[in-house]
């Protein structure tokens, strides 16, 4: 549900806004028509599919864990592979802004049963940040079901993010995966652009 802010009109206010530091950027409906998906197919091999998608980003407010003060946004993408009317991917979960720490971070859930937390440092006004969640990794780390984990184990996850002068953001997502019987590291790779289309 969207945070109403202080005005209770649905309007955020620029403290509200303030206190997401660089997720302020995020909030709101956005577009992608132009997405790069290179995945493993169904052979195990590896295939090329262009996407687009749809995300929407919604202010949740402060969450405190003790000392510990949070800001952040609730978060749903759906993607498409281009001429399909069925997403090929749902994904689901939270930004979150760690002001005293300058951290940056994404919580991911996807109903394949993998989950990650990916963190990194940025600024209040950064325009570009780098998140990394390792398997094994007791901060951001990664988590997934029985059969992914003896089939396809996630071992890394790599997301860049850069906002755009025309009201647009970039990201680059690397999901590194350890397929049963492969030699080597499969890189699953997916980039896009994304207008806003919605405040």
């Given at each position: 549900?969207?945070?109403?802010?202080?005005?209770?009109?649905?309007?955020?206010?620029?403290?509200?806004?303030?206190?997401?530091?660089?997720?302020?950027?995020?909030?709101?409906?956005?577009?992608?028509?132009?997405?790069?998906?290179?995945?493993?197919?169904?052979?195990?091999?590896?295939?090329?599919?262009?996407?687009?998608?749809?995300?929407?980003?919604?202010?949740?407010?402060?969450?405190?864990?003790?000392?510990?003060?949070?800001?952040?946004?609730?978060?749903?993408?759906?993607?498409?592979?281009?001429?399909?009317?069925?997403?090929?991917?749902?994904?689901?979960?939270?930004?979150?802004?760690?002001?005293?720490?300058?951290?940056?971070?994404?919580?991911?859930?996807?109903p394949r049963g993998v989950s990650l937390i990916a963190g990194g440092s940025?600024?209040?006004?950064?325009?570009?940040?780098?998140?990394?969640?390792?398997?094994?990794?007791?901060?951001?780390?990664?988590?997934?079901?029985?059969?992914?984990?003896?089939?396809?184990?996630?071992?890394?996850?790599?997301?860049?993010?850069?906002?755009?002068?025309?009201?647009?953001?970039?990201?680059?997502?690397?999901?590194?995966?350890?397929?049963?019987?492969?030699?080597?590291?499969?890189?699953?790779?997916?980039?896009?652009?994304?207008?806003?289309?919605?405040?």
């Amino acid at each position: 549900m969207y945070n109403p802010g202080k005005n209770g009109k649905g309007i955020m206010s620029e403290e509200d806004l303030k206190n997401l530091g660089p997720l302020s950027l995020l909030v709101g409906t956005w577009e992608g028509v132009t997405g790069d998906d290179t995945a493993p197919s169904d052979d195990r091999g590896s295939e090329e599919n262009k996407y687009r998608e749809h995300m929407v980003l919604e202010p949740t407010g402060l969450t405190q864990n003790h000392e510990q003060s949070l800001y952040g946004l609730r978060y749903h993408m759906q993607a498409w592979r281009i001429g399909e009317f069925e997403p090929f991917h749902d994904e689901t979960g939270y930004w979150l802004w760690d002001a005293k720490e300058k951290q940056v971070m994404k919580c991911v859930t996807i109903p394949r049963g993998v989950s990650l937390i990916a963190g990194g440092s940025a600024e209040p006004g950064s325009t570009h940040f780098k998140l990394t969640a390792k398997l094994g990794d007791a901060d951001f780390g990664i988590c997934s079901n029985p059969f992914l984990d003896r089939e396809f184990k996630t071992v890394r996850f790599d997301f860049e993010m850069t906002f755009n002068d025309d009201d647009s953001f970039t990201y680059d997502e690397v999901t590194v995966i350890q397929i049963k019987g492969k030699e080597g590291l499969f890189e699953h790779r997916d980039r896009n652009t994304l207008k806003r289309v919605k405040a």
